[in-house]
């Protein structure tokens, strides 16, 4: 059995905690390996795990010790791996306390996910550290073999298979939301998105249409558009908002394995980030993606990587519908979304059947988690 830190900061709310406790749970409950997650924000880690008590120096949930990161930094003998999450960098003394170890840990930076070229040439590379023995290695996730996969636990597709087969299981699901069940005819769209989408636009073109849409939104997600559309100013969880055929349902923050359900019961899934990205993907939805925004317009790089990737071997028309949206949902181009939505959505049909073909291809791949305990073994040997 080995024994693993992973550090995790607290950049964006969720997406990098959302990252490493699915890795973390993962690693404890399928592995049986022993590990130790720092965060630095458990406010924050609470919305998506109710389990986590706020202020607390160490406590277990899931079979994983939590510990919360701050200063002064305790004194502890470094694990056998240690994960340092998106380029978070350990304390300085517990880097000290790495080098003294004996024999030393392997030292992984767990990397953003991309689908650019460069990646494939990335992956796996080692560093070593410019003034001590270590060594820090990169690793990547990806879609394409050749890097290190998306994280996916072992009962992932028994459980999303049997739970979209089940019209039980789903009214059961609406039920405990406290939402009602769907109406003949209503397409149900999730929405979790950052503040520079374009959520008016996205609304207007859903009233314009002549389908209802019922949408359902985590608390504090574009509560500005919301409020200008509806012209209220209720957000709370259990509102409900309506204007013509549109609907909106405001839910409290959902743990991990009810936001995946959410995902698996709706007919369009808008996610953001890297973690909802990638239940996206596994749910076999149509997804609309709203990608992280970085400096110097590397998140557009990165959007056109994927939507590439994505997009290889569509029918022509298809990928264009695909590809406009996806662009103008992440500009905000309203022009642009309203009358990109009525294309997008007459493709959905196919666009599920694509879901299924990319979840596929995705798989071939192997899960992060064991991929990556494996990289780690090989340098452990």
């Not at 992973?6 to 709310?13: A, E, G, R, S, Y």
């Not at 120096?57 to 899931?62: F, K």
């Not at 080692?126 to 994280?151: A, D, E, I, M, Q």
């Not at 559309?229 to 394995?257: K, M, T, W, Y």
Request: glycine share 6%; proline share 6%; with cysteine.
């Amino acid at each position: 059995m080995r024994s693993w830190d992973i550090f995790c900061t607290v950049i964006d709310n969720y997406g990098d905690i959302g990252v490493c406790w699915r890795l973390a749970r993962q690693l404890a409950g399928e592995r049986a390996q022993r590990v130790r997650l720092w965060v630095d924000d458990l406010a924050s880690f609470r919305r998506i795990c109710p389990d986590i008590a706020q202020d607390v120096e160490s406590q277990s949930i899931q079979g994983v010790e939590v510990r919360w990161w701050r200063e002064p930094f305790p004194v502890v003998r470094p694990s056998d791996i240690v994960v340092e999450a998106f380029a978070c960098n350990p304390p300085a003394s517990y880097v000290a306390a790495m080098v003294a170890r004996q024999p030393q840990p392997v030292w992984i930076n767990l990397e953003f996910l991309s689908a650019e070229n460069w990646v494939l040439g990335c992956h796996g590379l080692p560093s070593p550290h410019p003034s001590s023995t270590l060594v820090k290695y990169f690793f990547f996730p990806g879609f394409v073999p050749g890097t290190g996969g998306l994280l996916a636990e072992r009962a992932l597709t028994q459980a999303r298979e049997e739970f979209q087969r089940s019209a039980s299981a789903q009214a059961r699901f609406w039920n405990d939301l406290g939402v009602p069940a769907p109406r003949a005819g209503e397409l149900q769209v999730s929405l979790f998105c950052y503040p520079q989408a374009g959520v008016s636009a996205l609304l207007r073109a859903w009233a314009a249409g002549n389908e209802p849409v019922r949408c359902l939104v985590p608390e504090g997600t574009a509560n500005a558009a919301l409020t200008e559309f509806f012209g209220v100013e209720n957000l709370a969880p259990g509102a409900a908002l309506r204007r013509g055929g549109v609907e909106v349902r405001i839910l409290h923050f959902l743990d991990q394995d009810r936001y995946d359900r959410l995902l698996w019961a709706c007919d369009v899934n808008l996610v953001r980030g890297e973690d909802s990205f990638v239940r996206g993907q596994w749910a076999l939805r149509p997804l609309l993606w709203n990608i992280y925004p970085q400096q110097e317009d590397a998140h557009s790089r990165k959007l056109q990587a994927f939507l590439a990737l994505y997009c290889a071997g569509m029918q022509p028309e298809m990928a264009a519908a695909v590809t406009q949206l996806w662009q103008a949902w992440n500009t905000g181009d309203a022009v642009a979304i309203e009358s990109a939505w009525p294309v997008f959505r007459r493709y959905r049909v196919e666009l599920e059947a694509h879901a299924r073909l990319w979840s596929g291809r995705l798989a071939k791949t192997g899960d992060l988690a064991n991929n990556l305990a494996q990289f780690c073994e090989n340098l452990l040997k």
